[in-house]
């Protein structure tokens, strides 16, 4: 027994309707199983063909952290994957707004920044932040004009590396971003997944005082 290509097909179809991005999502499984895993959080999507037209779902919605698990047809399967993809989707473009004060210290910002310079190696892991989040903004489908926006404040505060103390720079940078999208050049559906996209691309950057 197996998943079929044409099965994994319609749910492909299925995916792309909900405006759900492949490259934010991860995919696992072979033959009788498939998995569809958001990559930044636990919203996933499991499948197991168990017998004909029998399937065993494993379930990670975005209101709960313990999976449901549940057998069904294929039809049913399509369904609930289709429910799925929709409640993901607007979880991902939806605002809360409080995402400018949820985020203004996820650059370790403390007191003692107000004195401190980068070190070499912070500035590194600054700029290559930078660089991948200029990457990850292509994939929020704007225009190449608010592109060239978005991209040029970015370069603005990779070269204010190398001229700002810390304090000063993640002051920049959190006024750069609130700026980006009280100015709508981030537009409204689109903020919820460009703060996963800093989260996710300054995660691994420690600037402690």
């Given at each position: ?6 099965q994994k097909?319609?749910?492909?179809d299925?995916f792309?309707?909900n405006n759900?991005?492949?490259i ?8 009788q199983?498939?998995k569809?895993k ?7 999507f499991?499948?197991e063909?168990t ?5 065993l779902?494993s379930?990670f919605?975005?209101d709960?952290?313990n ?8 039809i049913?399967?399509q369904?609930?994957f289709d429910n799925w993809a929709?409640?993901v989707?607007t979880e ?13 210290n996820?650059?370790n ?11 070499e190696?912070?500035?590194i892991q ?7 989040l200029k990457?990850?903004i292509?994939?929020?489908?704007l225009s190449?004009?608010k592109?060239e926006i978005?991209?040029?404040k970015?370069?603005i505060?990779s070269l204010?590396?190398?001229?700002l103390n810390k ?6 940078f959190i006024?750069?971003?609130a700026?980006?999208?009280m100015?709508?050049?981030?537009p409204?559906?689109?903020s919820g997944m460009?703060?996963?996209y800093i989260k996710?691309?300054?995660n691994?950057l420690?600037?402690?005082?």
């Amino acid at each position: 027994m197996r998943i079929t290509n044409i099965q994994k097909k319609e749910l492909s179809d299925i995916f792309k309707k909900n405006n759900l991005n492949l490259i934010d999502f991860e995919t696992s499984g072979e033959y009788q199983e498939f998995k569809v895993k958001f990559k930044y959080d636990y919203f996933s999507f499991s499948i197991e063909k168990t017998k004909d037209d029998t399937y065993l779902l494993s379930i990670f919605s975005i209101d709960r952290k313990n999976a449901y698990n549940l057998n069904d047809t294929w039809i049913n399967t399509q369904k609930r994957f289709d429910n799925w993809a929709k409640q993901v989707s607007t979880e991902l473009t939806s605002t809360t707004g409080w995402e400018t004060f949820e985020n203004t210290n996820f650059l370790n910002t403390e007191y003692e920044d107000l004195n401190d310079e980068f070190t070499e190696t912070e500035k590194i892991q600054a700029k290559e932040s930078i660089k991948e989040l200029k990457v990850k903004i292509k994939l929020l489908n704007l225009s190449q004009e608010k592109l060239e926006i978005i991209e040029n404040k970015l370069d603005i505060l990779s070269l204010k590396v190398d001229e700002l103390n810390k304090f000063d720079w993640k002051s920049l940078f959190i006024g750069t971003i609130a700026s980006l999208i009280m100015t709508f050049i981030i537009p409204q559906e689109a903020s919820g997944m460009f703060w996963e996209y800093i989260k996710s691309s300054f995660n691994n950057l420690k600037i402690n005082g």
